[in-house]
């Protein structure tokens, strides 16, 4: 039942994503080609990356605000060790961020578990010691293009196939995550956990590791994403992607991932994602406002929530038997 | 029912002034389940009434009822003489009608003035709160009442008896003419407890009609003028206290007809499976040991409190005894997690479902297959064919009807949860079984079917732990029963011995020589 539910949400998303598409098509045809929509996808890579994170994260009942200054912090980090080191290689250089990003995000898992402390706490505290680390680390001064080396920033334009690596690291996590979220054992907790929490404790799971590992996903994602970023962009400084996570928070959100726990599943992230990186790049090309854009992914996000509200509403005890008969 | 009476309710000769309020003829049916048939409820002016019955015996229907949270079916409430009605919770409240709850309903963050005020606070101009008369007020009531607590205190900060207080001073605030008190003494010492009987006392000076209820007899003995028994939601009788004693009471409260048959079972007692020696824990039980054994079912009784989830809890690794041995089979096993005990072959079917049973937003096989995953995974990968064969095996055994096992569990009627529940602990195979409160709030046939279901597991040669607060369910399941009070085992009964009279007795903690 559950299954059809959300399957059905995200076929509507994605009906939503077409009409939103074919409107558009309809004034700006060129923006339906191919190629532009592969660079539309491209340009959503970094928020589909970090909203599978926040996808897991919220599943087991919390939140992680912290993941856009992780991904800061880690980009940051690999940008002064190219310029510090030109000659590292670049494995080297997805190591150092993937590790660092995990090592952040253990610590908010950490916290969250051995202390206790609401997550939402927890990730606002990191999210401003991890800013304020870039700027002891930066002294507030920029890396620029001319300082990286050219095979730094060249990786995730490489194309392969067609798409270039960005795309291609996007596109692996949805598959790599899908299998976990659905054919491990790991990945069942996140949703036992985010379910019904005193019933997965009952049956042996831990909680608070559970969410431990769920916060590590997600500061992985965030530092790999941190070294895509900073070299695609060529640039990095303290407040890059600043005010990120809200739109990684909004597109879970939009792809019908519950603020409560224990309901979402990877597709939705990925569309909800999309949804927004549909709209970014394309009201600018309509000649609408940046005021109307923030005003629309306003009230996506409201919509949507409402619409699984409704969906999710707690269905009253069936008394009649007729009625029983008929569910 | 043989004093079954609705309009002529026998009336105490001593009654020669009328009920602020009675009941009359009150039916309230939920799903499945009559809560109470037609019972009468008399309170008067100045006087104590205890109502005294066993757990089911429909109290806290009568007290949502009281204070309009549910609508009765049927009969009539009357308010000085005059038939009325309590849609809300408000009007229950205007018409002076107060509760005090077994968990007092406060605001811990909010000061006692704003707690005895909340809802009616004096009004200045503009609408405003006036405070300085919403201070002074609650002071002149906290000292009619003989508190010494300052008003602008964070209820936070006070302890359980001052908090009574503050709940007993909102009554008064709000001129409340009918005080229920609801268990008040469960969690009080025996200082607060002489203190609490004080202000009844007081309350009663002041003409307040009040409704005591409590499983503790000497506390009704202390306290009450009349009393009122209630059994499986029907009136049996009333009277003055005076008149009756102990003995008598406990004969009203437990003397039923048998209205469910239990599986008829031959037990089949093997060897000792799990020996618990001297489990105890800082605050809630202390000096638990029993053994038990293969086909036993082993009923544990006990006045809600007496500390035996508690304990379930603590043998099923949830919290940690301070103390305490646990053997299985003989050997000494260490249960530090709820997943100690499933690999122990321990399992626990908690009390409250919704909360700690199933996961509803999880279809039927991976609710199933939760605790087994082990088996059904390789590496930490799932293997769904496997999942839904042991989903399929356990569900089938237990008669689980649903569409698929793709269902989510949410989409089930509550008897279908409850095997999903146990489905999921049965596929573990395990070798002890706790079941707590196993057949609350469901229906008869419901009931039925869980009974015979226990039988059949215990027969398989499992060894079975009932927690259950219902005298019919401990005398028709167990084979031996254990009694808890305040934390400790105050006796072990089988055979002959495990009577209505002694479970009550035991559980309330009535000295023997207290009989009729």
Redesign the interface.
């Known amino acids: 039942m559950i299954k059809s539910l959300t399957t059905s949400r995200e076929v509507l998303l994605f009906a939503a994503i077409a009409v939103l598409l074919g409107l558009i098509a309809t004034r700006f045809p060129g923006f339906v080609a191919p190629s532009n929509l592969a660079d539309v996808f491209n340009d959503t890579s970094p928020l589909i990356l970090l909203a599978i994170g926040q996808m897991i994260v919220i599943l087991t009942k919390c939140i992680d605000l912290s993941v856009a200054a992780n991904l800061a912090l880690t980009g940051m980090v690999v940008a002064m060790i190219n310029v510090a080191m030109p000659g590292v290689p670049v494995a080297v250089i997805l190591v150092i961020a993937v590790g660092l990003g995990t090592l952040l995000g253990m610590i908010n898992g950490l916290l969250v578990w051995k202390l206790d402390i609401p997550p939402i706490v927890v990730t606002l505290g990191t999210m401003t010691i991890f800013r304020g680390i870039i700027f002891l680390l930066s002294d507030g001064k920029w890396v620029n293009s001319h300082e990286m080396s050219a095979t730094f920033k060249a990786f995730p334009r490489a194309e392969f196939l067609g798409l270039p690596v960005l795309s291609w690291t996007a596109i692996l996590a949805v598959i790599v995550f899908t299998i976990v979220m659905t054919r491990t054992t790991l990945g069942r907790a996140f949703y036992a956990v985010g379910g019904n929490a005193h019933a997965a404790t009952y049956t042996g799971i831990n909680v608070g590791k559970t969410q431990f590992w769920a916060f590590t996903i997600s500061g992985a994602l965030a530092g790999l994403t941190g070294y895509l970023w900073v070299s695609r962009y060529a640039v990095a400084y303290v407040d890059i992607a600043s005010g990120f996570e809200l739109d990684v928070v909004a597109a879970c959100v939009i792809g019908g991932v519950s603020i409560a726990g224990g309901l979402g599943s990877i597709g939705g992230a990925l569309l909800g994602a999309l949804f927004l990186g549909v709209i970014k790049n394309a009201l600018p090309v309509i000649n609408i406002s940046p005021f109307w854009q923030l005003a629309i992914s306003g009230s996506a996000i409201i919509i949507a929530v409402a619409v699984n509200a409704r969906a999710n509403r707690e269905k009253g005890r069936i008394i009649l038997k007729s009625a029983e008969q008929a569910a | 029912m043989l004093m079954h009476s609705q309009s002529q309710v026998p009336t105490a000769p001593e009654a020669n002034t009328p009920p602020i309020l009675s009941l009359d003829g009150i039916t309230k049916t939920f ?1 499945g389940v009559k809560a109470l048939s037609e019972v009468a409820l008399n309170l008067y002016p100045g006087q104590v009434t205890a109502l005294v019955g066993e757990n089911g015996a429909g109290k806290s229907t009568v007290v949502k009822i009281l204070t309009g949270i549910y609508q009765p079916d049927g009969g009539a409430i009357r308010v000085d003489g005059h038939a009325t009605q309590f849609p809300t919770a408000r009007a229950a409240s205007d018409a002076g009608i107060t509760a005090i709850h077994q968990e007092t309903v406060l605001f811990d963050d909010l000061s006692v003035a704003e707690n005895i005020f909340i809802g009616h606070a004096p009004r200045g101009r503009f609408g405003l709160i006036d405070w300085a008369a919403m201070e002074r007020r609650s002071n002149e009531i906290l000292k009619s009442i003989g508190a010494t607590i300052d008003p602008a205190q964070k209820l936070r900060d006070l302890g359980i008896a001052s908090k009574h207080l503050v709940a007993i001073a909102r009554a008064l605030s709000i001129d409340a003419r009918v005080v229920i008190m609801d268990e008040p003494t469960a969690a009080l010492s025996h200082k607060e407890i002489q203190e609490l009987y004080e202000l009844v006392e007081k309350l009663k000076a002041q003409g307040k009609a009040i409704l005591f209820i409590s499983h503790k007899f000497d506390e009704i003995f202390h306290i009450a003028d009349r009393y009122t028994v209630f059994r499986d939601g029907q009136f049996i009788g009333e009277g003055m206290i005076d008149q009756v004693n102990e003995g008598q009471l406990v004969k009203m409260m437990v003397g039923r007809d048998v209205d469910h048959i239990f599986p008829k079972r031959e037990s089949h007692i093997g060897d000792e499976v799990l020996k618990v020696v001297g489990y105890d824990h800082p605050t809630e039980f202390a000096e638990i040991s029993f053994d038990l054994k293969r086909g036993e079912i082993l009923g544990f009784y006990g006045l809600v409190g007496a500390g035996r989830s508690e304990f379930m809890q603590s043998l ?1 690794g ?1 919290t940690r005894p301070s103390k305490g041995v646990v053997r299985i089979d003989g050997r000494v096993r260490v249960i530090r ?3 100690d ?3 122990n072959g321990i399992v ?1 079917v ?1 009390e ?1 479902r919704g ?9 039927i096989f ?1 609710n199933v297959t ?2 087994s ?1 082990g088996k059904t ?1 390789k590496n ?3 293997r ?1 064919a496997e999942e839904f064969k042991l989903a399929r095996e356990y569900t089938e055994r237990l008669d689980l009807r649903a569409a698929s096992l ?3 569990v ?2 089930l ?2 008897g279908n949860q409850q095997k999903v529940v146990i489905a ?1 602990w049965l596929a573990t195979q395990p070798r002890v079984i706790i079941l707590d409160e196993p057949t609350k709030g469901i229906d008869i046939g419901s009931k039925a079917a869980v009974h015979e279901f226990m039988a059949e597991l215990a027969a398989q040669g499992l060894a079975v732990i009932m927690v259950s607060s219902e005298i019919p369910e401990i005398l028709g399941m167990s084979d031996r029963a254990i009694i808890m009070r305040e934390g400790r085992i105050v006796a072990e009964l089988d055979g002959d011995d495990l009577t209505p009279e002694t479970l009550v007795r035991h559980a309330a903690g009535i000295s023997q020589g207290a009989t009729t």
């Open positions: 799903p099923f949830i997690s709820p997943a005990a499933v690999a626990y908690p409250d909360k700690q049973g199933a996961i509803t937003a999880l279809p991976q939760l605790p995953l995974s930490g990968f799932l769904l793709d269902t989510n949410g989409n009627s509550g999921k």
